[in-house]
Nanobody, 125 residues
Framework: QVQLVESGGGLVQAGGSLRLSCVAS??????????LGWFRQAPGKEREFVAA???????RYADSVSGRFTISRDNAKNTVYLRMNSLEPEDTAVYYC?????????????????WGQGTQVTVSS
């Protein structure tokens, strides 16, 4: 069982930056869960993949955020981060941290077994 708690959301102007954090309650963070991801969901839209990172540091990004967002993990702090630069109004959404113990790096929400409660990110134009 893994519990995830996000923080760092807020209101920012277009072009600005935010860093989201997600702390995982697990004693073996460096190897379990194997994959940590970030998703987002805007009002009236489906939850969509943003980025993921494996236990060895491999990463994957959605095309819409590639080059602007960076996912990273600090195993000593049981924390995964999402650094978001050059934010756009279209990035406005609730951002969720997700985790899975399986091998691979899924981009579908159904692939992830554990979820945080979400943190709101609002980008004003």
């Amino acid at each position: 069982q893994v519990q995830l708690v996000e923080s760092g959301g807020g209101l920012v102007q277009a072009g600005g930056s935010l860093r989201l954090s997600c702390v995982a309650s697990t004693r073996t963070f460096s190897i379990y869960p194997r994959v940590l991801g970030w998703f987002r969901q805007a009002p009236g839209k489906e939850r969509e993949f943003v980025a993921a990172i494996g236990s060895a540091g491999s990463t994957r990004y959605a095309d819409s955020v590639s080059g602007r967002f960076t996912i990273s993990r600090d195993n000593a702090k049981n924390t995964v981060y999402l650094r978001m630069n050059s934010l756009e109004p279209e990035d406005t959404a609730v951002y969720y941290c997700a985790a899975n113990a399986d091998y691979g790096m899924g981009t579908s929400a159904s692939w992830y077994a554990y979820w945080g409660q979400g943190t709101q990110v609002t980008v004003s134009s």
